[in-house]
């Protein structure tokens, strides 16, 4: 049975906490980094202190358990994803997987007057490499109409032209919490002749992801949110298209051969794509994260996560002086205001009580306008979070309401 109480022992971190402050510190700021449970760090440091050797390059027995450890990780991704692994490449996150997308395929392919198709509530790693491409190719950058917060097969079939020929879209929005209707955008989409990139860096922590079902071009994802270390992530694509790609990155690694006439030949997707030494650590950090999600089962987090979002609706609405932005989204993120105060001031004062939440602008920045807000106040959830934690939240949020009561009162 799903105990969050439980798998929450899990997690160093909030016992170290609790033993430097005295007190359990609420951690509502999971949309941005979760916290790294003991079989994470525990493979980390087995790479370190057992391990330490680089993968690819030796011809001995620990660079042999690290060539295994790539490998292995590769195939727990692929699995994890439906996909083959040679469609995997390891990045240092979304971030970079997505500039990878643009860069790779976007300022190789696209040409002057093609359309790239984004969104206004796309975190800014989802904008500014498009806006990169714009300028160096000459491909306008155009946005699909939210309605409700939401977007939908309808806006997008509105958006398209003839000229479109790239459609980038978070999964799951990090502010607002929707899910976007993947599969039937992808489906759309190809009857076009349009690619399809997703960001799931708000939705591979938290629900099962079928890339061969959705029909995605692309996918990019991130491991530190979703319980695995910093500076590890993930791009899939389909291989005929990232064997057409060009990397940003080459050098060691990534080639068979070159020549004193610049001739080069690189390596086959994905080792062309992963010049230099990878982070060696982050991946079996990755590898002890994705098995530990796939233990407790991703449907179990989803479902659950779901339960505490439902729940701490119905706790913050009896508060007149709360404003929720998203009250029907179907994940764990909860954006809100407090009536009168500053989102970042109540963070300040949310912090004096014990509670972790994330203010400002969450690098949408885009969003201000459609909100009517220059910034908001994020709680997300993870499996490791309680109804009691949410009781708690509601009832400092009931005792005050500017930052000026952490210090005063």
Not at 266 to 271: I, K, S, V
Request: with cysteine; net charge neutral; proline share 2%.
């Amino acid at each position: 049975m799903f105990d969050p109480n439980k798998l929450r022992k899990d997690f160093p971190f909030f016992e170290n906490v609790k033993k430097m402050q005295g007190n359990n510190l609420v951690y509502f700021d999971n949309a941005a980094t979760t916290q790294k449970p003991r079989q994470v760090l525990d493979s980390i440091i087995q790479y370190y202190s057992k391990e330490n050797a680089n993968s690819h390059r030796g011809d001995y027995d620990i660079a042999h358990l690290v060539d295994d450890k790539v490998d292995k990780t590769r195939d727990l991704v692929s699995k994890f994803l439906n996909c083959d692994k040679r469609e995997v490449v390891f990045t240092s996150g979304t971030t970079m997987s997505l500039n990878l997308i643009a860069y790779g395929y976007g300022q190789k392919f696209l040409t002057k007057d093609d359309e790239i198709l984004i969104s206004e509530e796309e975190h800014s790693s989802n904008i500014l490499p498009w806006y990169e491409v714009s300028k160096k190719t000459g491909a306008k950058v155009k946005f699909i109409r939210l309605v409700d917060g939401k977007i939908t097969l309808e806006e997008i079939k509105k958006a398209i032209s003839s000229k479109t020929k790239l459609i980038s879209l978070a999964q799951v929005s990090n502010v607002l919490g929707y899910k976007i209707p993947a599969k039937e955008i992808c489906k759309f989409a190809h009857e076009k002749g349009i690619l399809v990139s997703i960001d799931a860096a708000q939705s591979a922590p938290h629900m099962k992801i079928d890339v061969k079902d959705m029909d995605c071009d692309f996918l990019s994802f991130s491991g530190h949110k979703m319980c695995g270390p910093t500076g590890i992530g993930i791009l899939y694509g389909k291989f005929e298209l990232l064997n057409r790609m060009d990397s940003f990155l080459v050098g060691g690694g990534n080639n068979i051969t070159y020549d004193t006439g610049c001739n080069v030949s690189y390596l086959y997707p994905p080792e062309k794509f992963e010049a230099g030494t990878l982070n060696l650590a982050g991946i079996y950090g990755l590898y002890a994260a994705i098995k530990y999600l796939n233990d407790i089962g991703l449907d179990n987090i989803e479902n659950y996560e779901k339960e505490l979002k439902d729940y701490a609706i119905k706790k913050l609405s009896s508060n007149k002086n709360i404003i929720i932005y998203n009250k029907d989204s179907e994940t764990g993120i909860l954006t809100f205001n407090y009536n009168g105060v500053f989102a970042q001031d109540e963070a300040t004062y949310l912090n004096s009580k014990g509670i972790c939440v994330r203010s400002g602008q969450h690098c949408a920045k885009l969003l201000n306008d459609y909100l009517k807000t220059p910034a908001t106040i994020r709680a997300s959830f993870y499996f490791y979070n309680t109804k009691q934690e949410i009781d708690q939240l509601a009832k400092v949020l009931e005792n005050g309401g500017n930052f000026l009561d952490a210090y005063f009162n």
